[in-house]
T-cell receptor, first 112, second 114 residues
Framework: AQSVSQHNHHVILSEAASLELGCNYS??????LFWYVQYPGQHLQLLLK??????LVKGIKGFEAEFIKSKFSFNLRKPSVQWSDTAEYFC??????????FGDGTTLTVKP | KAGVTQTPRYLIKTRGQQVTLSCSPI?????VSWYQQTPGQGLQFLFE???????NKGNFPGRFSGRQFSNSRSEMNVSTLELGDSALYLC?????????????FGPGTRLTVT
């Protein structure tokens, strides 16, 4: 069975600071990797995804993530956060068999 | 295109009762997955339906069940409610089964069990 670990439960940053949220997974086979974001009062929505190819993927709103297969990691990054990035971020791992496993989430608070 | 809709949005029940939650996927989507979201536990996978058949199931007791209709709409039922069932229940739809397809989430149903 696959599992996902997000290292930080709550991150507080000032605007313009750089962001990196850690995500590690365990699964022996081929995986699809995702980051989802849930802004206050809004639906969970896809931020970016990795299926294959270039391990550095770019998503919406300036976010990117790098898949490092040897480390079973898929960390999310943004060079300069904004107050509007305040949200909860979820890393997820999916298999082609269908089941998706989510991490516990990281709450990001950006101070103006 | 209309998004995923879930009804009702809020629900208050007492212990021992049962509840049915409904999910209407995006038009054309055939896969529906259900998740339970609680603070500190993230999203826990309940089950996935595709073409009216349950394809995957998470580690939840048999009190949690679901079904999918021919129009892809799905319902989730929880019987003999317990206080610990209080959570946000999310429904997600996708074009096909498997995580190769992007999931689109609904707003959720907030269930409170007293």
């Amino acid at each position: 069975a696959q599992s996902v670990s997000q290292h930080n439960h709550h991150v507080i940053l000032s605007e313009a600071a750089s962001l990196e949220l850690g995500c590690n997974y365990s699964y022996g086979g081929t995986v699809n990797l995702f980051w989802y974001v849930q802004y206050p009062g809004q639906h969970l929505q896809l931020l970016l995804k990795y299926f294959s190819g270039d391990p550095l993927v770019k998503g919406i709103k300036g976010f990117e993530a790098e898949f490092i297969k040897s480390k079973f990691s898929f960390n999310l990054r943004k060079p300069s956060v904004q107050w509007s990035d305040t949200a909860e971020y979820f890393c997820a791992v999916g298999t082609n068999a269908g089941k998706s496993t989510f991490g516990d989430g990281t709450t990001l608070t950006v101070k103006p | 295109k209309a998004g995923v809709t879930q009804t009702p949005r809020y629900l208050i029940k007492t212990r021992g009762q049962q509840v049915t939650l409904s999910c209407s996927p995006i038009s054309g989507h055939r896969s529906v997955s259900w998740y339970q979201q609680t603070p500190g536990q993230g999203l826990q996978f309940l089950f996935e339906y595709f073409s009216e058949t349950q394809r995957n199931k998470g580690n939840f007791p048999g009190r949690f069940s679901g079904r999918q209709f021919s129009n892809s709409r799905s319902e989730m039922n929880v019987s003999t409610l317990e206080l610990g069932d209080s959570a946000l229940y999310l429904c997600a739809s996708s074009l096909g089964r498997g995580s190769s397809y992007e999931q689109y989430f609904g707003p959720g149903t907030r269930l409170t069990v007293t």
